[in-house]
């Protein structure tokens, strides 16, 4: 275990925020300690598991990044799958090739930092015909990587940003729920500047601790998402992160469907710390939240997940 000083700020100064449950294992009893940074404002764990310790959290077969790749898939992954696919994929492709505007019939490198088993590198490239896209994944994962590159043929290198050989400067870079899972951060960002061209374009999306879900369900809240979800962002406190790096917020756009997954497995945590199941009025319970939710989230600053447009500032 390790104990963090803020990455914005450098300051040591907290405030415990809550105690959450890891959404796996809720039964254990065992809690993990969020807390705010008393200069910069940003919402982070502490004390956190380090980077050899982190692995063990990310074994469980239903966590969500690596659904493709399990053996087997309750209901609520299968339907969770299939949205993912046919609606959340190709509408996340839709909005990023929109910002990121490259000129039709073009050659363009885009690397995805966190690619999990590969499924949104694949749909970006069909739906950016007729240009071309060079993509590039990176992914701490074996499992991912292997099915990755044998279900996709996709170039995945398996590690961590820091710990891998970008052949090229990058058009494009992508990081879909991922920031919040590295370490080195400040490090992360850093290289990301040196590797993404003058006019390129950085997309992010994280939770936003903003979001009416997160005010709700407080230490409820999956998006908390303890140990693996390492920093808890706002627009605010992101904003104040990537200033220090040379970059800026162009654009923010709102992930509506991130609302409903957010209500219901929050419910559904709530459930199993009570030794309950879910019943039919607690999903519609849930249902409801995540459509007042989504509705607030036409204001992306009070979106349940944001998406980030991001480019070099200016000299």
């Known amino acids: 275990m390790e104990f963090i000083r803020c990455p914005i700020s450098g300051s040591d100064q907290t405030e415990d925020v809550f105690s959450v449950p890891d959404r796996f294992e809720p039964e254990s009893g065992y809690s993990w300690q969020i807390q705010r940074s008393k200069e910069s404002g940003l919402v982070f764990l502490n004390p956190r598991p380090d980077k050899q310790e982190i692995v063990k959290y990310y074994e469980n077969e239903a966590y969500d990044p690596f659904v493709s790749a399990s053996s087997s898939r309750s209901l609520f992954q299968n339907s969770y799958e299939a949205l993912r696919r046919f609606i959340s994929l190709r509408s996340k492709a839709t909005k990023v090739l929109a910002q990121a505007k490259l000129p039709e019939r073009g050659v363009y490198n885009v690397l995805e930092i966190g690619c999990a088993t590969g499924e949104f590198l694949v749909e970006l490239q069909n739906a950016a015909e007729p240009s071309i896209l060079k993509c590039w994944g990176v992914e701490p994962s ?27 400067p990058m058009d494009l870079i992508l990081m879909w729920h991922s ?137």
Request: charged share 25%.
């Open 142 to 168: 074996e499992k991912a990587v292997q099915f990755a590159k044998e279900t996709y043929d996709l170039n995945v290198l398996q590690g961590e940003l820091l710990s891998v050989e970008i052949p090229k």
């Open 179 to 315: 920031l919040e899972h590295i370490h080195n951060i400040n490090d992360t960002l850093q290289k990301i500047h040196r590797i993404l061209k003058e006019d390129g374009l950085l997309c992010v999306a994280m939770p936003n601790l903003q979001s009416l879900d997160a005010q709700h369900y407080c230490e409820h809240w999956v998006a908390y998402d303890a140990p693996r979800h390492l920093y808890h962002f706002s627009p605010i406190t992101f904003g104040k992160l990537l200033k220090q790096h040379g970059f800026e917020i162009v654009d923010m756009e709102s992930l509506p469907i991130d609302s409903f997954y957010n209500t219901i497995l929050s419910e559904q945590l709530k459930a199993k710390l009570q030794e309950k199941s879910i019943s039919p009025l607690t999903l519609l319970k849930a249902l409801w939240i995540g459509f007042e939710a989504a509705v607030d989230g036409f204001n992306p600053s009070k979106a349940s997940s944001v998406l980030y447009f991001i480019r070099k500032k200016s000299p």
